[in-house]
């Protein structure tokens, strides 16, 4: 093993310029590997999150017939402590309600919250843009619907549900959730001044919740309706609802695979020929080592060797070249405000995982001059000179 | 003395479809510790008889023994043992490995053998480029040397694993005759000091003079086998 090493190694410094190019060659498969992977799953995660970052992802809410979820406290600890993988849940009192200002009266759908667990889904502190949160008799309103009726900071809103109640609460402040229908839809406000306004009592309508990996949305919410077994609630997750973006980034997920798939088919063609021109090349050198007695195994594992070394160095080189290039499309290739057009997520199991493939591909691709070389006769090197 | 070489009928034939019979029912055998000469034209089938002797090629017909040992039923990796220890090769050229210096050209049938290098292996190696008058260069790359020089140096990795047998084509070849006359002279020396068996082809008749035994091949044949 050792003299097989030694020799391989000195094959290929002998060939030093040779060696570079098969490193070279194999350093951009495994860069560009690198760098459309990254780049995918950063435009993947980018757009996952702007859809479906600040949204639930799963919900459970009542049935018509229910209108409200009875012991919903109970429910949410349940579900704490037996789903992991939630990252945020928080209870909503929701309604429609009309927003009467002047002659008009709107159509609004106005949300009860407890702010300290909505904020890990909504992140409405970042959302605001003018005032502060809403307490008890307080509202927020959208920047659209602000626009639209005139209304200003402090102002009273006047709401009336369909049983026929008329409410007045305080603006506190206004939202922007960059989605227009939210921003002239929604009135939120505080947890009990809902649950006052639709006489729910101490109940909730929804439970909504985020989820770690979002991928896994719809096992978590199989998992909970599964645990709370109750045909008075219903229990939806993003993927059932957006069934289009979640095609999009199938289909951008089985592309990018795509790539890296015939990105890697080139690598191993790469390195298989011209492995296999090094065998020929060699054949002289091959020829008088099993003169002087090498045994075939260690002739051959020269090779695999070789193809060893290539795919190491040619990995390394790769990824280094690879995150260089990532590095520069996030530095140079900006948006207007600053912002890269991308950002890049490193995701190191993927990076470690392209390297050792072009490693494996090399190793599988000098398979085939190291059987070639177990059939070298060192007669035919000898009579032919 | 015993036989260490004995070759029985071999018959050597090249090509399918258009044959060509290099030997004839050869019978020969060589005398452990023999220094023999093999002379014969260019074509006479000299080369191919070494090979053969060498086990690099396999009879067409016939049997090779070496040191009792019928070399036609060993396998692969003993056959590969067999050149590495028992037999050592000197080629009308000289194949030295290009990567390596001459130094490491000659260790390598040591290496090969499996044993690491220690002190005294480097010592046996330098000892050898010496006799063969090469220790100023031994640090060269291969192919930094001139054609004598990489000769000697085959010489000298013939020598190194102190095989029983030394099989030489025209291993002074394209030397000048002081050199060839040197070589001749420690090829001698390793002769009678460990009982080596050399075989050795030549088209040279002074040299060929110089070995116990003459064997002239012609058209495949043996025409002419003298002992001294």
Redesign the interface.
């Known amino acids: 093993m050792r003299?097989s090493f030694?020799?391989a190694a000195?094959?290929l410094?002998?060939n030093l310029a040779q060696t570079f190019l098969i490193v070279t060659g194999i350093a951009i498969g495994v860069s560009v590997q690198v760098f459309i992977g990254l780049l995918i799953q950063g435009l993947q995660q980018d757009l996952v999150n702007t859809t479906i970052g600040n949204s639930p992802q799963i919900t459970i809410s009542a049935t018509k017939e229910a209108a409200v979820i009875e012991n919903w406290e109970e429910a949410i600890d349940e579900i704490k402590e037996n789903e992991p993988g939630l990252s945020a849940i928080s209870a909503a009192a929701d309604g429609p309600a009309f927003l009467l200002k002047d002659d008009r009266s709107d159509p609004v759908i106005v949300r009860g919250w407890i702010f300290e667990d909505a904020e890990g889904i909504y992140s409405i502190e970042e959302k605001l843009v003018e005032g502060r949160l809403p307490k008890e008799g307080e509202v927020i309103a959208g920047l659209n619907l602000k626009d639209e009726l005139g209304l200003s900071l402090n102002e009273e809103m006047k709401l009336a549900t369909a049983s026929g109640r008329i409410e007045e609460y305080r603006i506190s402040g206004f939202y922007d959730f960059r989605v227009s229908s939210i921003n002239s839809s929604w009135v939120i406000t505080d947890i009990k001044t809902a649950q006052g306004l639709f006489d729910y009592g101490d109940e909730v309508t929804s439970i909504e919740m985020q989820v770690q990996d979002v991928f896994a949305a719809d096992i978590i919410a199989d998992s909970i309706n599964n645990r709370i077994d109750n045909e008075d609630l219903i229990i939806d997750n993003w993927k059932a609802q957006n069934q289009e973006l979640l095609s999009g980034l199938n289909g951008q997920s089985i592309s990018s695979i795509m790539i890296q798939v015939f990105v890697m088919i080139s690598v191993v063609l790469g390195i298989s020929s011209v492995l296999a021109i090094t065998v020929m090349q060699k054949s002289?050198?091959i020829g008088?080592?099993?003169?002087?007695?090498?045994?075939?195994g260690?002739a051959s594992r020269i090779f695999l060797l070789q193809g060893l070394i290539l795919g190491v160095f040619g990995a390394m080189l790769g990824v280094a070249l690879g995150l260089g290039l990532s590095v520069a499309f996030t530095t140079f290739a900006l948006n207007p405000d600053g912002t890269p057009v991308i950002a890049f997520y490193i995701n190191y199991g993927f990076i470690a995982l392209s390297g050792g493939i072009a490693i494996l591909a090399s190793l599988v691709a000098s398979f085939i001059p190291a059987r070639k070389s177990l059939k070298l006769n060192?007669?035919e090197v000898?009579?032919n000179? | 003395m015993a036989d260490i070489i004995k070759l029985e009928k071999v018959s050597k034939i090249y090509g399918d479809k258009i044959k060509t019979q290099v030997l004839f029912d050869l019978d020969l055998a060589f005398e452990r510790g023999s220094f023999n000469s093999i002379i014969g034209a260019s074509g006479s089938g000299k080369s191919t008889l070494l090979n053969i002797i060498g086990t690099l090629d396999k009879p067409t017909a016939g049997k090779v023994l070496i040191g009792d040992r019928d070399v036609s039923i060993l396998a692969k990796k003993q056959l590969a043992d067999l050149r590495n220890s028992t037999l050592g090769f000197i080629f009308q050229f000289h194949y030295l490995l290009p990567e390596f210096t001459a130094l490491e050209n000659v260790l390598m049938p040591h290496r090969i053998k499996g044993g690491g290098v220690d002190k005294s292996t480097f010592k046996k190696a330098e000892e050898l480029m010496d006799m063969v008058g090469l220790s100023k260069v031994k640090n060269n790359p291969a192919n930094n040397m001139s054609g004598g020089q990489q000769q000697r140096t085959a010489i000298a990795r013939a020598l190194m694993n102190n095989p029983e047998i030394i099989l030489a084509d025209e291993p002074t070849g394209n030397l000048d005759s002081d050199s060839t006359e040197n070589i001749y002279k420690n090829l001698r020396e390793i002769n009678e000091r460990s009982e080596t068996t050399f075989v050795i082809i030549t088209h040279d008749r002074r040299i060929a003079e110089k070995a116990d035994r003459i064997v002239e091949i012609k058209d495949g044949k043996i025409e002419m086998d003298v002992s001294r």
């Open positions: 003299l030694k020799i000195r094959f410094k002998f002289k050198e008088i080592l099993k003169a002087m007695g090498i045994r075939d260690d060192p007669i000898i009579r000179g």
